[in-house]
């Protein structure tokens, strides 16, 4: 099995499930998401798939991509060509969350150096 093959499927998986939430799946629970990323298995059995949500309740999100893990299976079955389609996996991610906290600490460290420095020349 060539190393890159799990890369490469999992690109396409990307692809193709961005597509799938965009125009095909429309249950009310899933709002504004985006695929951030895909990490498929060494044995090309589980794809893990990131998703990321913008607005609307994180658990109610979740549980309706949870209900439609069959059917982005089976279509995914159907786009692309596989001997065994991998088991979908759709997992929250917190890298958006994480960024925005760690740029708001940067922004108050920066803040804060800058009163330091002001004092300092009021002095």
């Known amino acids: 099995m060539s190393g890159h093959r799990p890369e490469r499927l999992a690109e396409l ?3 193709e499930v961005s ?3 965009q125009k095909d799946i429309k249950d009310p629970r ?3 998401v985006t695929v951030t990323d895909v990490e498929v298995s060494g044995d090309l059995r589980h794809a ?3 998703i990321s949500i913008l607005n609307g309740d994180k658990e ?3 549980a309706g991509l949870e209900a439609t893990t069959g059917f982005v299976r089976k279509e995914l079955g ?3 060509r596989l001997r065994h389609v991998p ?3 759709f997992r929250y991610d917190t890298t958006i969350e994480t960024g925005t ?3 708001k600490i940067l922004e108050e460290i920066n803040h804060d150096k800058k009163d330091g420095i002001d004092e300092l020349e009021e002095d």
Do not use: A, C, P, S
């Open 13 to 15: 998986i990307k692809k």
């Open 19 to 21: 597509d799938l939430l």
């Open 30 to 32: 899933i709002g504004f």
């Open 48 to 50: 893990k798939i990131f």
């Open 60 to 62: 109610e999100t979740m």
């Open 78 to 80: 159907k786009r692309i």
């Open 87 to 89: 088991e979908v996996i």
């Open 101 to 103: 906290r760690v740029f």
